[in-house]
């Protein structure tokens, strides 16, 4: 199937060719027609699946000759749970805004930064991205309405609920008009997405893409026996042996991340920490720096790489184990990502290798390991 098939406009066509977008993911022939359509849609799939541009391209169309005019009362309304995730979702409909013949204004909003600029921004915004601590600020301070919303999207929605967003996210469904289209995507469908689809959600069209088992399989997974104490030096080791130019580091706490990074810096390589109590502008430098090659190793904890989508990145290793095998799931994810393969390398100590194989077995895959007493580990 291609894009052409999907009854998109010549200008959304042209700016997919132009972005080397070659044919639409599972989620996108899915979910493409029935936004067009103005249907609800419940949509469960893996981050990496391409689920955002499924609904920015049906949504930007859907806007052609129907854009807000009221000031500062906006057309969608984009709830996300993080703001490195509100930044990608806002640039990929800015990207493919820019090709259209109407234009539509698209703005990110999110915590951690000063709220003036962002109240000044929201004039003639027809997208809004937000968080929803910081959305429910700029509705109490009338910079933003949101009595005229005609689509609504949850992104991450069971990510959202996980992180305790129950009451703000009631208060935001209490200040919608009730007439709208909604949006619900989720990378799992536990009970509270379930409760939000049935308030939420009038006989939606339903897309589950059972992605997890194929990105699985585009990943390399490989594990090392080691100590707590060697598991600096064995990460050193990796790095150097193999060249690794672009790796994502997993750490289970702030400290953790930024320790790893320090000792990471002190033995040569570029390297650098993004983490919750980061300020946004050292996250948002972070991750750029990543991306463009000009620091090799990022180290992040779960909650902020929620936000980090690199297409094509080589290398995942798990310093430290996730508490859940879904997170693991998760983490792994970030590598293997559209339909191109990676690798992802998990460092075990003693104490984790009870938890390491109630993930394996979780995961209906089985990891080979390696013993690191056999590497020489000395200089690193």
Known sequence: MSFTSLGLSPALLKALADQNYSQPYSIQQEAIPAILKKRDVLGIAQTGSGKTAGYVLPILMNLQGKLQTKNRHVNVLVVVPTRELAIQVSEVFITFGAALPERVKTLAVFGGVSINPQMMALQGVNVLVATPGRLLELVESKAVHLSEIETLVLDEADKMLNMGFREEMSLIFKLLPKKRQNLLFS??????????????????????????????????????????????????????????????????????ADNISDKLRKNGVKATAIH????????????????????????????????ID???????????????????????????????????ISLISPEEQHHFR???KKMGKWVTMIDSDNLDLQGF
């Open 310 to 344: 690199i297409q094509f990145l080589p290398y995942v290793i798990n310093y430290e184990l996730p508490r859940s095998p879904k997170d693991y799931i998760h983490r792994i994810g970030r590598t293997g990502r559209a339909e191109s393969p990676g690798e992802a």
């Open 187 to 256: 990378a799992t469908l536990n009970d509270d997405v379930t409760r939000i689809n049935q308030i939420l959600l009038q006989n939606p069209v339903v897309i589950k893409i059972d992605s997890e088992e194929n990105t699985l399989d585009l990943i390399s997974q490989l594990g090392y026996f080691v100590s707590e104490e060697k598991k600096g030096p064995l990460l050193r080791y990796l790095i150097k042996t193999n060249d690794m130019k672009q790796v994502l580091v997993f750490a289970s706490s702030v400290y953790k």
């Open 358 to 360: 109630v993930i394996q």
């Open 276 to 307: 919750s109590k980061k300020s946004q502008g050292a996250r948002t430098e972070a991750l750029n720096k990543f991306k463009s090659g000009e620091i090799c190793v990022l180290v992040a904890t779960d909650l902020i790489s929620r936000g």
